[in-house]
C-alpha cells in the first residue's frame, strides 16, 4: 500500500471517528437520552402535598413543590392528582437552603454565591404505604454575582430549583 494511501485511509477513520464522538455528545448535550419509560404496575397518577419545610428560609417549600407539580406534569409520565386519588405519594422535607461564598474577589470580599438547597423525598404507595423509591437526598445549586443582585439570586434558586426537579424526576419515573 503506498503511503498516500494509508494515509488517506488513516484519515477516513479517524473522521468516522470524530463523527461518532460529535454524534454521541450531540445526544448527551441535547437532553436526549434513553428511559424505559416503564412504571410500577399499577401506578399511573401522583400526589405531591407541599414539603416540610426545615429551613430557615421562608415559603422555599411553597415554590419547590409547585416546580415539582410543574415538572411531572410536564413529563406526563404520570399525571398529578389530588392525594385521595393518587396511587403514590410523592413527600419531600426541605433539609437546607443555605447561601455559600463561591468566590472572593482581589478585596477578600465575596463576588460569587451559591445558593444551596437540599431536599429528602420519598415516594410511598398510597393505599399499602409501602415505600416505592426513597428516602433520597436531592440537592440543586445555582451560583450567581453579587453584582446582579436580586434578579442574580433569583436566577441561581431557579437553577437549583429545577436541578431538584430533575432529580426527582429520575427519582420518581426511574428508580422505582
Known amino acids: 500500500m503506498s503511503t498516500?494511501?494509508?494515509?488517506?485511509?488513516?484519515?477516513?477513520?479517524?473522521?468516522?471517528?470524530?463523527?461518532?464522538?460529535?454524534?454521541?455528545?450531540?445526544?448527551?448535550?441535547?437532553?436526549?437520552?434513553?428511559?424505559?419509560?416503564?412504571?410500577?404496575?399499577?401506578?399511573?397518577?401522583?400526589?405531591?402535598p407541599f414539603f416540610e419545610n426545615r429551613s430557615r428560609e421562608p415559603d422555599v417549600e411553597i415554590e419547590l413543590t409547585e416546580a415539582i407539580i410543574a415538572g411531572l406534569s410536564a413529563d406526563r409520565t404520570l399525571q398529578v392528582v389530588d392525594e385521595e386519588q393518587a396511587d403514590a405519594i410523592v413527600h419531600g422535607v426541605l433539609r437546607k437552603f443555605e447561601?455559600?461564598?463561591?468566590?472572593?474577589?482581589?478585596?477578600?470580599?465575596?463576588?460569587?454565591?451559591?445558593?444551596?438547597?437540599?431536599?429528602?423525598?420519598?415516594?410511598?404507595?398510597?393505599?399499602?404505604?409501602?415505600?416505592?423509591?426513597?428516602?433520597?437526598?436531592?440537592?440543586?445549586?445555582?451560583?450567581?454575582?453579587?453584582?446582579?443582585?436580586?434578579?442574580g439570586e433569583t436566577a441561581a434558586r431557579e437553577v437549583a430549583t429545577k436541578e431538584i426537579v430533575e432529580g426527582i424526576l429520575n427519582m420518581v419515573i426511574e428508580e422505582w
Request: positive net charge.
Open 4 to 48: 498516500y494511501a494509508a494515509g488517506a485511509s488513516r484519515r477516513r477513520a479517524m473522521g468516522l471517528l470524530l463523527l461518532l464522538l460529535m454524534a454521541t455528545a450531540s445526544l448527551c448535550s441535547c437532553g436526549y437520552g434513553f428511559k424505559s419509560g416503564r412504571l410500577r404496575p399499577g401506578l399511573r397518577t401522583v400526589a405531591v
Open 99 to 151: 447561601f455559600v461564598e463561591a468566590f472572593f474577589g482581589s478585596e477578600r470580599q465575596a463576588d460569587e454565591y451559591k445558593v444551596r438547597i437540599l431536599v429528602e423525598v420519598t415516594m410511598t404507595d398510597r393505599n399499602t404505604q409501602e415505600t416505592i423509591a426513597g428516602p433520597k437526598n436531592v440537592q440543586g445549586e445555582g451560583t450567581y454575582l453579587t453584582a446582579d443582585g436580586i434578579e
